[in-house]
């Protein structure tokens, strides 16, 4: 016979807690790696490289590895954040010289070189791959 009674509570925690869990500690590790992120491309542009990917891949590798496991969840927010973060880092550094303002900056958004683009598209898309906790 078994020494726990028949209706013992578990000591796992439901899929929807856990779920919960995965995302929080994802977020919190996305916002350090973000904020690390977001100087580590000062520290280069200051030095003369460009790596605006950079941003969104420590955001990913942040949340990836402080997660704790996996979702897909996690990776799409991760990816969104990644975007937003590299449009605002990108600004910061590089505003346009007939206006400074974010307004303008994202009204001509479009009128940046395609490379620029391109590398704040692979930093989200490291953001999503990495966020996802692989």
């Known amino acids: 016979m078994s020494a726990a009674p028949p209706n013992a509570p578990t000591t796992t925690a439901s899929p929807v807690l856990r779920h919960t869990l995965i995302l929080i500690r994802g977020i919190l590790g996305?916002?350090?790696?973000?904020?690390?992120?977001y100087f580590a491309f000062g520290w280069l542009a200051r030095?003369?490289?460009?790596?605006?990917?950079?941003?969104?891949?420590?955001?990913?590798?942040?949340?990836?590895?402080?997660?704790?496991?996996?979702?897909?969840a996690l990776g799409i927010l991760c990816a969104l954040a990644a975007i937003?973060?590299?449009?605002?880092?990108e600004w910061k550094a590089f505003p346009f010289v007939k206006d400074g303002s974010f307004?303008?900056?994202?009204s001509h958004l479009h009128q940046l070189p395609a490379v620029k683009l391109v590398m704040m598209?692979?930093?989200?898309?490291?953001?999503?791959?990495f966020g996802q906790g692989r």
């Not at 937003?84 to 880092?89: D, I, K, P, Y």
């Not at 598209?121 to 791959?129: F, K």
């Open 47 to 72: 030095a003369g490289l460009y790596g605006i990917m950079v941003p969104g891949l420590l955001l990913g590798l942040g949340a990836g590895l402080v997660a704790r496991g996996s979702s897909q």
């Open 121 to 129: 598209g692979l930093g989200a898309l490291a953001a999503y791959w």
């Open 30 to 37: 996305a916002a350090i790696g973000g904020v690390l992120g």
């Open 103 to 106: 307004s303008f900056f994202l």
């Open 84 to 89: 937003v973060l590299a449009v605002f880092t």
